[in-house]
């Protein structure tokens, strides 16, 4: 067939492949360049082209700017997002704002980043109603400051996804970052000034929000009440910007009934002076989906006690405690974070629907349990006879999550590999089983060999 025979092609099915080309995630500046039909195809389909990005690259170097920061200089300064704003016409777009050092040491010697940053900002906001995702990435506060001032207090009705990063992933450790304001005064989504915040606010300014993630940026929680999620994204938020527990029950009660995924990675409560009564839960019934990043195990106890999540099915449990320098202090500081990981565990065993659970992903997981008992146990499977000792609390997770599918290690000490590889009598005299017997796919990531050429060997033997 004739390379041209696909010009052929009804107009219609043309647009179809560009579709589906899109879809997948293809870029269509190319096929635009093909020819001029393709040209007219292309350029007439405003959805095309409602994915803006904007950062360093983003600016043409040879622009020389004046005093008056007008649109017309926006334009000249980002000519490739100002393309993407006219060629997409009135279709909600998905915006990437990326803020990175670079910018801050200049793309140019006449061109602060400040100024960068209220030019990006110029060209942005009388777009702002067509937003349906809205991303903004930097690795300094104040940008992430000045934009969100300016965008929080504007209507977004399309708004489907907010996402704000700071790229500092040690932040959840620190009680300080780069932050020179009062907490009150830097909270990164906030009410309008001389308004107070209401949830009839936020449904009117954001009716349509679902998916929202925060990470490494400071916060003021009494200022933002989002309803309605069905994602939520909480990482690496610095200890003077954690919420408290009520604010946190606050934030979840808001979405009670819709959300789905909850991700609290270096950003649970932490209120070690606080004890959270074993009656006071709160039941997410909806939420399939939920990870965990543990910087204090007491806040990862607690929230174990009081979070009821009925409809689990995926579970990531990241343990970061060794990050926290306070753990290794001293060895009754380390004695200490086992002890309470031994019960976040067995609260997580007593309290969530472990049976049902498909995914399970451990990160970093370290088994609070001594050699001797493995031993114990070993020689008791040997001798056929039921176990003389307790299985060590990562075996029991295993035992429990009897529907399990898919299960992630990623660098697991050496006591995690042998819980997961422990078989026991359940009957004297009858053959052992070993854990997660329903599971279809083991992925382990590590650079410990030695632990995975040991674990590798013992589990050619059970087999």
């Not at 293809?26 to 635009?32: F, I, K, N």
């Not at 990164?188 to 949830?199: A, M, Y």
């Not at 031994?342 to 065993?349: I, N, S």
């Not at 995914?359 to 040997?382: M, N, V």
């Amino acid at each position: 067939m004739p390379s041209s025979s696909i010009l052929l092609m009804p107009p219609e099915l043309q647009l179809e492949i560009f579709h589906a080309v899109h879809k997948a995630g293809g870029e269509l500046l190319p096929v635009s360049q093909v020819c001029k039909l393709w040209r007219e195809l292309s350029l007439n389909t405003s959805t095309f082209w409602t994915h803006i990005s904007v950062d360093i690259s983003s600016i043409d170097p040879a622009v020389l700017l004046d005093n008056s920061f007008s649109m017309d200089v926006c334009c000249k300064l980002f000519p490739w997002a100002t393309t993407l704003l006219h060629r997409s016409g009135s279709q909600p777009i998905d915006v990437s704002v990326e803020l990175q050092s670079e910018i801050y040491n200049s793309p140019s010697p006449i061109i602060p980043w400040t100024t960068v940053a209220m030019l990006m900002l110029q060209l942005i906001i009388p777009h702002a109603m067509r937003f349906r995702r809205l991303e903004l990435v930097s690795d300094t506060w104040d940008p992430i400051r000045a934009f969100s001032a300016s965008l929080f207090d504007l209507r977004m009705p399309m708004l489907e996804e907010w996402d704000v990063t700071m790229e500092n992933s040690n932040l959840g450790l620190l009680s300080h970052s780069d932050l020179l304001l009062p907490l009150s005064d830097a909270a990164v989504l906030q009410s309008p000034v001389g308004i107070n915040p209401s949830v009839d606010l936020h449904q009117a300014l954001y009716p349509k929000l679902a998916h929202l993630s925060l990470s490494a940026v400071a916060h003021n929680w009494a200022q933002f009440l989002p309803r309605s999620l069905v994602t939520l994204n909480l990482s690496n938020l610095p200890l003077n910007s954690r919420p408290t527990y009520e604010e946190l029950r606050t934030l979840l009660l808001g979405s009670q009934m819709t959300l789905m995924s909850l991700t609290l990675s270096a950003s649970a409560p932490y209120q070690s002076d606080q004890p959270i009564p074993d009656n006071d839960k709160l039941t997410l019934p909806n939420l399939r989906t939920l990870s965990l990043g543990i910087t204090f195990a007491e806040a990862a106890m607690a929230l174990a006690t009081y979070l009821d999540v009925p409809a689990l099915h995926c579970l990531e449990i990241h343990d970061m405690t060794h990050k926290n320098e306070r753990t290794w202090a001293s060895e009754e500081n380390h004695a200490t974070n086992n002890l309470h990981m031994y019960h976040f565990y067995l609260k997580v065993l007593l309290n969530w629907p472990m049976q049902q659970l498909t995914h399970l992903t451990l990160r970093s997981p370290c088994c609070p349990q001594d050699q001797d008992t493995f031993s114990a146990l070993k020689c008791d499977f040997e001798a056929g006879r039921q176990p003389s000792h307790p299985p060590p609390i990562f075996s029991s997770l295993f035992f429990h999550c009897t529907s399990l599918k898919n299960l992630r290690l990623v660098d697991p000490d050496l006591n995690t590999f042998m819980a997961f590889n422990l078989a026991v009598v359940v009957r004297d005299g009858q053959p052992g089983i070993l854990p997660c017997s329903a599971l279809d796919f083991l992925h382990i990531e590590t650079q410990n060999h030695w632990d995975l050429t040991q674990f590798l060997g013992q589990m050619t033997v059970h087999t």
